[in-house]
């Protein structure tokens, strides 16, 4: 039954069938195919020859006496060189086409993107990082023309655009992956689009190549297991059209867009008054100051009381998801979650209110201290936070971002 689960043709993780959905994931698709042949007819040669003597060198007859053996003969120069020769041969042919194929899926050619960023027209040579850390993937998008190739995450130039869980790419454009790790080693995979590479802290994988046909959501799940709660890192890619790559680009580089009245209760915050909140948002707001600021940036709420240097005191990771656009996801928490419910298309505000209350109830072995003289922690504590404060932070949260489209929300949808 287990091997049979493997049959299933829906399997959003599957390698084979009909789901390879780019260049990259059909060129090791079909390499990996003529690859088994090649396995099956060693398979059916050696198995061929094995029960040709059995049947044929078996002692046959009922009168057959102790020490009655058939001629013995010991070495035999053209068997063995034959079966030395064969072997390497087959495996120096395998090995050029798997160079040939290395070569191909590592190149970073590419071609660039016209796009515009903040009101700039840039051309982008698509690249984007990816970092791993327990439990979640984060995506840093820079725009310019600027050398990624520090060994450090730490280490790289500001991004543009950060963001977590989904990648957002544009459809029939092959996309560079720098792909590399904050902790310990994970490994990033979306199987119909391309291959496996190994997120490794302190370097910097060589480009990796992913690109989508068509419009849709790609499924992926982190392939190297570190630390418990690896089952709950997972990732999507969702691949639009050109333009609406264009318009989520646009609304990522804002802000979170609030009322006037709201927006001037920030501005008091930041200038140092202290306003008393007067609706749910601004009362969200002064909790996310107070409470958040300083693990999650949130542009145009709390940017100003954020700083990497803090976030490092206190993650082993040194980093947690932005939540600028939060409600522009469809996923949350390593995409175990549905930010927004996919059969009633509204926000989920009851998984995220789960979350606020104890995320460990949702990743497991979670917010522990490293150690006894190491308080940092590696995922999001329990803040102890009241009815009311995550009541008015999930209607922060909601109000965050552009609402992705229904179909996306539909596709997208975790169990
Ligand atoms: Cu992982």
């Not at 008054?273 to 996310?288: A, L």
């Amino acid at each position: 039954m287990l091997v049979l689960a493997g049959c299933a043709d829906d399997a959003p993780l599957d390698t084979l069938g009909d789901q390879l959905a780019g260049p990259e994931a059909r060129d090791i698709g079909a390499f990996m195919r003529w690859l088994l042949w090649i396995c099956y007819a060693v398979f059916a040669g050696v198995l061929g020859i094995t029960l040709y003597s059995w049947r044929n060198f078996r002692i046959k007859t009922d009168d057959y006496e102790e020490g009655d053996w058939p001629e013995q003969i010991h070495g035999n120069t053209t068997a063995e060189l034959a079966w030395t020769a064969a072997p390497a041969i087959l495996l120096a042919v395998i090995a050029v086409f798997t160079l040939g194929l290395h070569s191909s899926l590592n190149s970073d050619e590419n071609n660039a993107i016209t796009l515009d960023v903040g009101g700039e027209t840039v051309a982008w040579e698509p690249e984007i990082v990816v970092v791993g850390q327990q439990w979640w993937w984060e995506y840093q998008y820079h725009f310019g023309d600027v050398e990624l190739t520090a060994q450090r995450v730490e280490s790289l130039p500001t991004a543009d655009l950060y963001t977590a869980t989904q990648m957002v790419i544009p459809v029939g454009q092959e996309i560079e992956l720098e792909v590399t790790s904050r902790d310990v080693i994970h490994s990033y995979w979306i199987p119909s689009l391309n291959g496996k590479r190994d997120a490794v802290p302190g370097r910097q994988s060589a480009p990796w190549k992913i690109q989508a046909d068509t419009p849709g959501v790609f499924f992926g799940q982190c392939t190297e297991f570190c630390g418990l709660s690896h089952s709950r890192m997972r990732m999507q890619v969702i691949a639009l059209e050109m333009e609406d790559f264009q318009l989520w680009v646009t609304s990522q580089m804002e802000g979170v867009a609030l009322s006037a009245e709201d927006q001037a209760y920030v501005d008091a915050l930041v200038a140092g008054d202290t306003p008393s909140p007067e609706n749910s948002t601004q009362r969200g707001i002064s909790t996310f100051r107070g409470k958040c600021a300083s693990c999650h940036l949130m542009e145009n709420i709390a940017d100003d009381l954020y700083s990497e240097e803090r976030v490092r005191e206190q993650l082993v990771a040194g980093a947690a998801p932005n939540l600028t656009h939060f409600s522009s996801r469809t996923t949350f928490a390593g995409g175990i979650r549905n930010v927004w419910d996919p059969e009633t298309l509204e926000f989920n505000a009851n998984d995220l209110r789960i979350w606020l209350q104890n995320p460990e109830a949702i990743k497991a072995n979670y917010a522990l201290p490293v150690s006894d003289g190491d308080s940092r922690m590696r995922g999001m504590p329990n803040l102890g936070l009241s009815t009311q404060e995550i009541g008015d932070l999930v209607a922060l949260l909601e109000s965050t971002g552009e609402k992705p489209s229904d179909e996306i929300i539909r596709q997208t949808g975790v169990e």
